[in-house]
C-alpha cells in the first residue's frame, strides 16, 4: 500500500502513551518496517535493513573508489573511510555531531565478526540523551534509503483520555521532524465528543481541529474499489474476530445481500466516500 513508506506501528497501552515521549520514541524506533519487510510473511526488523543497507551502500563507494583509482582494495583502509564518510553524511543531513561521530565509530567495525547484528551493536552503543533524537535519526537513516516515514499509533480510545495526553500529542507532532508523519486511528470517529467517544472535542479543542484538518479521505472511489474494499475488511474481520455474531462488517454486508448488492445500494443511496460507506455498513449491522 505504501511501497516508498516505512512504517513504525504501535498499539497505545497503559504505560506507552503520549504523556511518555522516551516510551513512545523507543517503540516506534524497534518497530520500524521497511516496504522491502512487508512482502515476508516474518518481518525483518526494519531498523536492521536501513541502517545495514546504509553501511552496505556506502561501504561499496568506498571500495568502488579505491579499486577505481587501481588502490589494493585493503579491510582497513575501507573500514576508515567507511567511518569518515558515515560521520560527513549524517551530518551534512542534519543529525547532530555528537550522535553522527556515534555511529561513525560503529561503523568503522562493519567487517569485523560479532554475533551480533549491527542494529545490536547501534542500540548497545549509542547514547542519545532527548528521545526525539531517535526519531530524527530513524528518519535520516530511511531518507537515506529512499523512504518516508509515517508513525502509525493504534488503539487510542484505549489509551489516556485527559487533556494532558492530547496537549501531548500536539507537541509531539510539533517536534516531529521534516519528512515524518504521525497518523492515530480511531480519531476521526472520536472526534464528536460523548461518553463513549471520550469527548475529544471538548476535552482539548486545538488536537480536535488537527484532527479534522489532517483526516484521510478516499473521495469518490469507484464500484470496483468500494468491492475491493469491503472483500478486505470482511476478510480482516474473520480472521480477526473469532464469534460470528460481532463481526459487524461482514454481517452488514450478508443483510444487504452480499458485497456488490451491499455496494450498489450505497452507491444509489449515498454520495460515495470511503467514510460514508463504513457508516452505510455500521447502520445496517
Known sequence: ???????????????????????????????????????????????????????????????????????????????????????????SNGVESEIADQLSNVAGSYFDTSVKSLSQVLEDD??????????????????????????????????????????????????????????????PELVTGGQEGNGMKETYQSFHKRTINNR???????REELIAIVKRVNYLETELVESNAVREYSDATENLGGVEEAVETFLSETAPSFRAFLTHLEENS
Open 1 to 91: 500500500m505504501f511501497p516508498t513508506t516505512a512504517i513504525s506501528f504501535v498499539d497505545l497501552d497503559d504505560e506507552i502513551t503520549f504523556t511518555n515521549d522516551a516510551l513512545i520514541v523507543e517503540a516506534f524506533w524497534k518497530n520500524l518496517e521497511t516496504p522491502r519487510s512487508n512482502v515476508n510473511d516474518q518481518y525483518a526488523n526494519g531498523l536492521d535493513e536501513v541502517w545495514d543497507t546504509f553501511l552496505r551502500q556506502v561501504a561499496n563507494l568506498c571500495a568502488n573508489y579505491y579499486e577505481g583509482q587501481g588502490y589494493d582494495l585493503r579491510k582497513d583502509r575501507v573500514a576508515r573511510s567507511l567511518s569518515q564518510a558515515v560521520r560527513d553524511i549524517l551530518r
Open 126 to 187: 549509542l547514547q542519545i540523551d532527548d528521545p526525539m533524537n531517535l526519531i530524527s535519526l530513524m528518519a535520516t537513516l530511511v531518507h537515506l534509503n529512499g523512504y518516508h516515514v509515517l508513525l502509525a499509533v493504534d488503539e487510542l480510545e484505549k489509551s489516556d483520555r485527559t487533556e494532558e495526553h492530547f496537549k501531548a500529542i500536539d507537541k509531539f507532532i510539533e517536534r516531529l521532524p521534516q519528512g515524518v508523519s504521525l497518523f492515530v486511528t480511531g480519531t
Open 216 to 222: 484521510i479521505t478516499l473521495e469518490q472511489p469507484s
